[in-house]
């Protein structure tokens, strides 16, 4: 078996463990279980270039993917990763939301510069310009340099007509409409920088869902206050917005409730508390764990919460 398919094979698997609590791994382990048995998932590594001549590579490919034999949500999940991260560092968590029968992207894009650069800034409108420059390619902040062809919007729209046109099967077409994204179609998850993306894109159209994990960092320490930006109010409704984080998060729990809830106009006390592999009932939008893992930040992304991230997904729908 080429590397490339095993290490997908292993993602899919991981989630596919979580998601039917580890029942297939003992099967696996005890040889009762062929490996194509959780293979089924449909994975597509492309090039940023083979989308458009103008888009360049930074990490790696993008990663689209679905399972052809799960039962269609009818929905598309597009998953931004933070600072520094490619696209195939989310497929394992990409490969739970594809065996919950959605579609499934992951973008290669300039995310090297971390957000919190703006944190103790003088200038209160530091992570706007950052968001917009990075999200839409306008020239609006020092800190990053990003055109509009090479910006979130533009990249994420040119991988759906590339899927459209070369994944006929895939049925990609159902997220657009003419030629730009479907929006009302499409949830929008971000983990870290991507979490401040995700709920970027939530003013701007109106999504299906916003889920942000292990963020936004976008918290004025200088003004002690979440930036303005996030108090706009937005074209994605607050019932279809939620939020995953850790107590202990390295970059501060209490900032990040503060920008949940200036980006939802909840109040930050609209939490629940969740533990790996606990079903999960609550009609709150904040949902905190307090895991003892060694990395606090990842923990939102740790198929360990699939029944989390599930019941999210399942009210979204």
């Known amino acids: 078996m080429p590397l490339g398919i095993f290490w997908n094979s292993i993602a899919i698997f991981i989630c596919m463990a979580y998601l039917n609590k580890y029942g ?40 689209a993917m679905y399972n052809p034999s799960a039962h269609s949500r009818h929905r598309l999940l597009f998953m931004i990763e933070g600072t520094g991260a490619s696209a195939a560092s989310c497929r394992v968590f990409d490969s739970c939301f594809a065996e919950m029968g959605y579609h499934v992207v992951s973008i290669d894009y300039p995310n090297n510069v ?37 910006s979130i919007v533009s990249r994420f729209t040119k991988l759906l007509r590339y899927l459209s046109a070369h994944d006929k099967a895939g049925g990609w077409d159902a997220f657009l409409q003419g030629a730009a994204p479907r929006w009302d179609h499409i ?33 004025l320490r200088t003004f002690q206050t979440p930036a303005p930006w996030q108090f706009r109010k937005g ?3 607050a019932a279809r917005q939620y939020a995953f984080l850790h107590v202990k998060d ?27 592999g ?4 609550s009609d709150r939008h904040i ?15 740790n198929p360990a919460f699939v029944q989390v991230w599930q019941y999210i997904m399942d009210r979204l729908q």
């Not at 200038?123 to 306008?138: A, K, L, M, N």
Request: hydrophobic share 40%.
């Open 24 to 63: 297939l791994l003992l099967l696996l382990f005890a040889g009762l279980l062929p490996v194509n048995t959780w293979s089924q998932v449909k994975i597509e590594w492309i090039s940023p270039a083979a989308t458009a001549d103008n888009i360049r590579e930074v990490h790696g490919p993008h990663v």
């Open 235 to 237: 074209l994605t409704p």
């Open 287 to 301: 949902f905190v764990n307090t895991w003892g893992t060694k990395d606090y930040h990842g923990s939102t992304v």
């Open 114 to 150: 971390i957000t919190t650069t703006c944190s103790g800034s003088t200038d209160s409108s530091c992570f706007d310009g950052y968001r917009q420059e990075i999200v839409f390619g306008t020239p609006a902040s020092s800190l990053v340099d990003v055109d509009a062809a090479n």
């Open 250 to 276: 390295p970059f501060n729990y209490q900032f990040q409730v503060a920008d949940v809830a200036a980006v939802t106009g909840l109040s930050p006390a609209d939490t629940t508390m969740v533990q790996p």
């Open 278 to 281: 606990i079903p999960v009932h």
């Open 187 to 219: 949830i929008v998850a971000g983990h870290s920088q991507g979490a401040g993306h995700a709920a970027y894109l939530g003013k701007a159209f109106q999504l299906a869902g916003v889920l942000m994990l292990s963020g936004p960092q976008d918290y």
